[in-house]
């Protein structure tokens, strides 16, 4: 039979087939093949000795949280109260990048944004839509609809800092939740703080991670890998070999940001992500 995993404690996983939850182990020859089954993974397993027998192909799997098979993370950013993170945003997107490029990005609080504040939300908008993100305001009509059909039956990150309405968005997706604090373990009677597994939870049809550690966001990437996570800078080629963007004033990817092509707070963001970058591996090799 097949189903999928939808939490692991230890070496137990919950598998879920056709609505009904069976509590597997398994098989040895994971071990043997340096492999494990993950959260969010399909899986062949034997309701009846309740051992997980084969993993199905992944499309993409994360070390943190430990989860595969996510098809699309949301990611939702406040305009006000909390103001708009533009650092946060662009760290969520270069962390997924390769390897959840389906991102869905919902501005909330537009209620709350006078005039210009709109038309800048706005400008911004337009502009992370230019790189093929899909975008929306969260007082858009259809969204709710939208968003149902569009992942129904897939494995989807929830993700944006504290107080930008994760858990708006959920009431609006499913109002019997009745959230009142954290997205998804508040429909468990949890606290904030007190995940302490990876866990999905089937909200409308739709497979919402629960996991601890998802906002802890280090980039656990090389500078080539940051360079290719950031969509502004495709198709651009830069005259100097192995350029990094940062000292040459001819540079081309430079340029486009005096130009205006590319947003100004994107470059910002990326000569920080990549100081992160080079801080950590030199703590690392210096650590030897």
């Known amino acids: 039979m097949q189903g999928l995993i939808t939490k692991n404690i230890s070496n ?31 899986v062949e397993f034997s309701p009846t000795d309740l051992i ?3 993993i199905l192909p992944r499309i993409n799997e994360l070390q943190r949280p430990p989860v595969a098979n996510i098809a699309y993370t949301i990611i939702i950013a406040s305009l006000k109260n909390p103001d708009l993170d533009l650092y946060l945003l662009d760290k969520i997107l270069v962390t997924v990048e390769n390897k959840c490029s389906n991102v869905i990005i919902i501005f ?10 709109k038309k800048q939300a706005e400008d ?3 502009y ?29 990150t929830l993700v944006g800092q504290s107080g930008a309405g994760k858990s708006t968005f959920l009431n609006k997706l499913s109002p019997e939740l009745d959230l009142a604090t954290s997205p ?43 360079k290719s996570a950031f969509r502004d800078f495709k198709g651009i080629n830069c005259k100097y070999q192995d350029c990094n963007h940062d000292k040459e004033n001819d540079c081309a990817i430079k340029i486009k940001v005096n130009e205006g ?11 920080s992500f990549k100081k992160e970058i080079y801080e950590s591996s030199r703590k690392f090799f210096g650590s030897r």
């Open 128 to 156: 992370y839509e230019s790189l093929d993100y899909l975008v929306y305001f969260n007082n858009e009509a259809k969204l709710i609809n939208t968003l149902k059909k569009k992942l129904k039956g897939l494995v989807v």
């Open 261 to 271: 092509k590319i947003l100004a707070s994107r470059y910002h963001n990326y000569l």
């Open 52 to 54: 997980i027998l084969d």
């Open 12 to 42: 137990k996983y919950t598998v879920n087939a056709l609505g009904h939850d069976y509590i597997c182990e398994a098989r040895g020859k994971f071990r043997l093949l340096g492999s494990k089954p993950l959260v969010g993974d399909k």
């Open 108 to 117: 909330s609080k537009v209620d709350l944004c006078n005039k210009e504040e």
């Open 184 to 226: 998804i373990s508040a429909a468990l009677n949890r606290g904030v703080h007190t995940t302490r597994h990876t866990e999905i939870y089937d909200i409308e049809g739709i497979y919402f991670v629960d996991t601890p550690g998802f906002s802890a966001l280090d980039l656990n990437m090389d500078l080539e890998e940051l």
């Open 124 to 126: 911004i908008k337009k």
